[in-house]
């Protein structure tokens, strides 16, 4: 399995919206990928975004099960330190704790991080 | 799978936080740049500290050095590496 992990908020750079690339790019290639959102990352997921020029994340990810991806995941702890809610975020999204995140970055094959 | 953790912001900041957060009794954590600062780590894995990076900042490392035939090393020798920032 191939792990993103994205720890960047949107729109203030480039870093999420490639991330988001790599993993279309995965799913292009027939490679099966997750998304594992931390820290800065998971204000990515919110899913009330709009923003005016650049592409809205949180519509790619919504549809990113149609590329065959469907594990995205968040993490509680990364959620809790930001007073976000679980029910603020996209749907679909899996949230699992800290040792959960250490455990799927320990199986991973290969990780990528922006 | 084993893994190489490369942290290079300063102890206390976000990202190395969760580098150190992310070391399983496998893998290792390599203090690069601003993290040499580092003294009192605690982690499953062994510790390792760039010792041209600490040198410059004047700080004894508590940790084993690493010059970067050793990096290379390290590199080649976990499944894959993550660099955390």
């Known amino acids: 399995m191939n792990v993103i992990i994205q720890r960047h908020p949107p729109y ?103 | 799978m084993t893994c190489l953790h490369m942290v290079s912001s300063l102890p206390g900041s976000p990202s190395f936080e969760r580098a150190v957060a992310s070391v399983c009794d496998d893998d290792t954590l390599l203090l690069c740049g601003d993290a040499t600062y580092a003294s009192h780590v605690s982690c499953q894995g062994n510790i390792f500290c760039m010792a041209e990076d600490a040198t410059a900042r004047g700080v004894l490392s508590p940790y084993m050095a690493a010059d970067y035939q050793t990096l290379v090393a390290l590199v080649c020798q976990h499944d894959k590496q993550i660099d955390w920032g």
């Open chain 1, 12 to 114: 203030s750079s480039q870093l999420a919206s490639e991330s988001l690339d790599i993993a279309l790019g995965f799913a292009v290639m027939d490679q099966s990928c997750a998304l594992l959102f931390l820290d800065d990352g998971v204000w990515q997921l919110l899913a009330q975004q709009s923003p005016s020029s650049q592409k809205n994340l949180a519509k790619h990810f919504a549809a990113l099960p149609m590329y065959g991806i469907d594990n995205l995941y968040c993490e509680r702890e990364s959620l809790q330190q930001r007073g976000l809610d679980e029910d603020a975020l996209i749907a679909g999204v899996q949230i699992i704790g800290l040792a959960e995140s250490k455990q799927l970055i320990a199986d991973a094959t290969r990780v990528f991080t922006l």
